[in-house]
């Protein structure tokens, strides 16, 4: 998804034809529209060939666009999965694992990667009731692995805003919530996550809409990406518009949020008030 996006704007910024780009890696149109939405595998000689269609000698610019095209073509850990991880999903966690900065706000739930074993397993089981007990534990065991991206030599920065709702929605019980806030007062001394909470007392904030992340890239000339999950699917926006207002609104909840240095207090307050040992 990276790679196509750029892609189209190589080309866009060249005035290249969807057509032109086609004929020029002996192949359609149709082709061309598939890799610039991430829907189709990448030849890194049919991106060689499209980048200098585009105008793009520089050999820095060149060799980051075909190491995502390598990169694109390498199964990643979580295709083991793949029984019981959705095609749509998949794409966002090989976004979060190319990620340097993620930027997260949630309404209902801990985010995935902050997640207990325990909170974990009884959110899925909130969308998999009936589940063979199996398929409930591969899921964990799924979600878990996904934390394993913050113990990375090079792990991203993770920057997590919660609706103090999330806090108090009593997921699996008072031991299995209390268990959840202890680890993330833990998760607040790692230099890597900031975390933030949106106290009740705030009212309204800039993201009523729902749950949201921006993920951003090392290199400078890649666009952020926001992803917005479903049901049953998910929404990838990387246009300026898209990003700029969601960029807005994330700044906006940071600063309507209680400050990171108080979100331990906040935390330990609401553990002691609803979920006391």
């Excluded at 699996?172 to 909470?197: F, K, N, Y």
Aim: glycine share 8%.
């Amino acid at each position: 998804m990276l790679l196509g996006g750029q892609l189209r704007r190589l080309r866009e910024g060249a005035g290249v034809t969807r057509e032109s780009a086609g004929w020029e890696i002996r192949s359609s149109e149709s082709k061309i529209s598939r890799m610039e939405l991430g829907r189709v595998g990448f030849k890194e000689r049919d991106v060689a060939d499209l980048l200098t269609l585009y105008g793009v000698t520089a050999a820095d610019e060149r060799e980051a666009l075909l190491k995502l095209a390598r990169d694109a073509n390498n199964p990643g850990w979580w295709h083991r999965y793949g029984d019981v991880l959705p095609s749509w999903f998949q794409s966002y966690l090989g976004l979060e694992a190319a990620a340097a900065l993620i930027r997260t706000y949630e309404v209902q739930f801990v985010p995935g990667l902050l997640q207990t074993a325990d909170y974990a397993r009884a959110v899925i089981l909130l969308g998999h009731r009936g589940a063979p007990d199996a398929e409930i534990e591969r899921r964990v065991s799924l979600r878990m692995e996904r934390q394993e991206l913050l113990l990375r030599s090079d792990p991203p920065q993770l920057w997590a805003v919660l609706d103090e709702a999330a806090l108090r929605r009593p997921i699996g019980g008072a031991e299995v919530m209390r268990a959840q806030l202890d680890a993330l007062i833990e998760a607040t001394g790692s230099a890597q996550v900031r975390l933030q909470v949106v106290p009740f007392d705030a009212g309204g904030h800039a993201a009523a809409s729902g749950a949201f992340s921006i993920l951003r890239f090392g290199d400078q000339d890649l666009p952020d990406i926001v992803y917005i999950e479903q049901l049953t699917s998910a929404i990838y926006l990387d246009k300026r518009d898209d990003l700029d207002y969601y960029a807005l609104a994330m700044e906006r909840l940071c600063v309507e949020a209680a400050p990171p240095e108080r979100t331990p207090e906040l935390l330990a307050r609401i553990r002691d008030e609803l979920y006391p040992a």
